[in-house]
Every structure is written in structure tokens, then in C-alpha cells.
């Protein structure tokens, strides 16, 4: 089956060696812009958990071992990845932004848009703040993340915000429409900073050191300068492009709709530095020099060795994969599974007793996995006779 049209974006910034994740050479995570207070690495702020849109916690929060429901509760069809901050999971569906406590899922509050159902595309957390866009108008809001007011809108054209980033180091907010603009707004105030064209609808951005990655329908993938949107460089792919992430010190990791994956060098204006025939739905998982991608199947690819497969197993619907620690967590069509980062025991690409759990859920996940507060974090799309639903995990 071909992937699935899905959207991500990223927020927070990475710095460090981490723990288990030391062994794996993984970047830690750092969280900026929360009044002075100790950060919390058990909260999974953005859709893809920072801006290099790594889907990568060195923080072993997820559950390792069986699990169970915590809370489980129906919901419209889901539209985005959900995120999860200070107590609060936020849940992105096709009528609504609700907001739930993390703890027991009962409701506080919701977003409904406007006139018309909301549909977020991208939701994110920032500072005590929800960034949410939507299809209609207005098209990027800013939310009070405890009580749900808005404090700003912003809608630069009719055609609907479908990627945002955040620069925590700056507050710094990167937006993307559907005409093909790329905004940089002041997160705390929306104040314009500056704005750019590029070719195509933009459906994805990530950052590394000193470029902002830059995504679009049209296969376009751009190197642009943070401060001002001048263009470093820009290559152009065959095909509608999935998934993109980097990695401090590397260049942009894509999947193009169908395949292939490949590594665009930023120092050779994008070239391609090594492909890979696989693909990757909504996202990658990106730790050291281990890149996991999910299409039919995880696989693990070593970024330094031109992308030559690790191992792969288990097989994978189209909702993007997500890891904590030593565990990579992973969906198929109707159950959320859990995975040993290294693969299991073996030699080469197939190995054996990587799987750690398997837990069944009701409809279809879509959109994303989130590893927060000790739980996994789903939302599905229900069937003929199944309600679509949002799960927490947690283990048994």
C-alpha cells in the first residue's frame, strides 16, 4: 500500500550526549523559554519532539514491558499528530483541537475553530502556549494552554498555514501556507519578521546548524537562512515528499512519497549524498547515526555508511513512528507495538526478538505516535462499526 499525504513539523531545540541514548550517540533534548524552571524531558512538546524533527527522546519514558490502557475515549477523525505538555495532551481532531488530562483523559477544554469544523493540520506547544492551524480562518492561532484563549491569530492568505516549526532558542515561529510562502513570525507577539517565496505548497520544515529545511508538494526541498529567508540552496526530488528530518552536523534526511529516502549534503547545495529504496509515512526517527524509517516495515539505516540498512522488522501502517530510550514504538494496522532500538539478537538486516510488546487497538492509527509521561499516545480512524479513538498506554 502507498503511504498516506501526512504533514509534520518540529519545535524544540537538541544539545548534549545523552545516556542510553549515550550509547546510541543521540542528541539530548533541550527545552527552551519556560520561565527559568527546570525542563521537563517526560513531555513530548512537538509533533515530531524538537526542531530537527528527530521523533527521538534519550529519556527511557516509554513503557519497555506490557501494557494497558490508562484511558482510551472516542473522538472525530484525527487530523494531525497530537502533542503532550505540562499534564495536558493535546488532540488534534477533525472538529476540534481538545485538550485532556494526560493523567485520566477527561476533557478541559476545546478549540472549535470557527464558523466551520476546525481541522488542525499541525499543533504545538511552546512556553504555557498551543500553536494550532487550521484549513479555515483563521489559519494559525495561539492559545492559552491552560485555559484555551486565544491571544493572536494569523492569517496571511486564503490558502490555510500546513507546516510549522518553532526555534525555541529565539521564539522564533516558521509558517508555511499553500500558495508556496514561508512566514517567520515572533511566536510571543506574531509579529512578522520577514517572508519568502518558494515553489509549491510547503508541507514541511525542520532545522539544523545554520539552515532552516524547507519542504513542498512539489518535491522541492530548500536551504534557507533562519534570519532573513535568503536561499543557501535548493533541489528539487521526484516526488510529493513525506518525511523530513536532519541531525546537527548532517544534512536533510527525505522520503519521497513511494520512495526513495535520501540524504541531501547542504555543503554540496543539496546534492544527494546516499539513497535508499524505502520509505518512511509521517516521519523518521533519527538517534546518533541510526536512521529509522516506516514504511511497510521499520528499518534501520546507518546515516554514516550511506544509509546501508541495520536491520528491519515489524510490519508498519502508514502513522509515523516515534522512540524513547532504547525502544523504538511503532503501528500496523490495528495494533501500536514496541521495539528494541538495536533490532534484537542477529547479523545484518534481519534479526531476531526485537519485538518487546504488542497491544491491539480499535481502527486504524494515524498521524503519529507521542511517548510522554510514561505512556504512548495514538489516535486512530475508525471503520465500518469502529469509533476512531484516542489511546494512552501505559505499562502493565
Known amino acids: 500500500m502507498m ?93 476540534a483541537l481538545r485538550a485532556v488530562d ?79 510562502t514561508v512566514y517567520a513570525l515572533d511566536a510571543n507577539t506574531s509579529e512578522l519578521s520577514w517572508q519568502r517565496e518558494v515553489f509549491g505548497p510547503v508541507v514541511a520544515f525542520a532545522q539544523s546548524i545554520p539552515e532552516l529545511l524547507v519542504a513542498t508538494e512539489a518535491g522541492e526541498v530548500y536551504g534557507l537562512s533562519p534570519d532573513d529567508g535568503r536561499g543557501y ?34 555543503e554540496r547545495a543539496g546534492a544527494v549524498q546516499w539513497r535508499r529504496d524505502t520509505w518512511s509515512s509521517d516521519s523518521f526517527v533519527v538517534a546518533g547515526q541510526t536512521l529509522v524509517a516506516a514504511g511497510h516495515r521499520l528499518a534501520a539505516l546507518d546515516i554514516r555508511s550511506g544509509g546501508e540498512p541495520q536491520w528491519t522488522g515489524g510490519k508498519t501502517a502508514q502513522c509515523g513512528p516515534a522512540a524513547a530510550g532504547d525502544t523504538i514504538y511503532a503501528a500496523s494496522e490495528d495494533r501500536i507495538a514496541a521495539y528494541d532500538f538495536g533490532g534484537g539478537i542477529g547479523v545484518g538486516p534481519v534479526r531476531l526478538g526485537a519485538k518487546r510488546w504488542s497491544h491491539p487497538v480499535e481502527g486504524r492509527p494515524e498521524q503519529g505516535l507521542v511517548v510522554a509521561d510514561d505512556a504512548v499516545f495514538v489516535l486512530t480512524e475508525g471503520g465500518e462499526g469502529e469509533a476512531s479513538k484516542a489511546y494512552a498506554l501505559e505499562t502493565a
Open 233 to 266: 540552496w535548493r533541489q528539487k526530488l521526484p516526488g510529493y515528499i513525506e518525511s523530513l528530518a536532519t541531525a546537527n552536523g548532517r544534512g536533510a534526511f527525505v522520503s519521497v512519497f513511494g520512495g526513495p529516502t535520501v540524504e541531501l549534503e547542504s
Open 3 to 95: 503511504p498516506s499525504r501526512r504533514r509534520f513539523l518540529i519545535g524544540t531545540g537538541t544539545a548534549g550526549i545523552a545516556t542510553l541514548a549515550g550509547c546510541l550517540g543521540a542528541p539530548e533534548p533541550r527545552y527552551v523559554g519556560e520561565s527559568g524552571e527546570e525542563p521537563d524531558t517526560r513531555w513530548w512538546p512537538q509533533p515530531e519532539f524538537d526542531r530537527i524533527a528527530s521523533c527521538y527522546n534519550p529519556r527511557p519514558i516509554g513503557p519497555r514491558e506490557a501494557v494497558t490502557e490508562r484511558w482510551s475515549l472516542d473522538i472525530s477523525l484525527p487530523s494531525s499528530r497530537p502533542v503532550v505538555a505540562d499534564g495536558v495532551a493535546f488532540l488534534p481532531t477533525a472538529t
Open 102 to 180: 494526560v493523567k485520566t483523559g477527561e476533557e478541559r477544554w476545546r478549540e472549535n475553530g470557527g464558523d466551520e469544523p476546525m481541522w488542525p493540520r499541525r499543533v504545538l506547544w511552546y512556553d504555557g502556549t498551543v500553536y494550532v492551524t487550521q484549513i479555515g480562518e483563521p489559519a494559525l492561532i495561539a492559545l492559552d494552554a491552560g485555559t484555551g484563549e486565544r491571544e493572536w491569530t494569523f492569517t496571511p492568505s486564503d490558502s490555510g498555514i500546513r507546516a510549522l516549526l518553532l526555534d525555541p532558542e529565539g521564539a522564533d515561529l516558521y509558517a508555511g501556507d499553500g500558495r508556496g
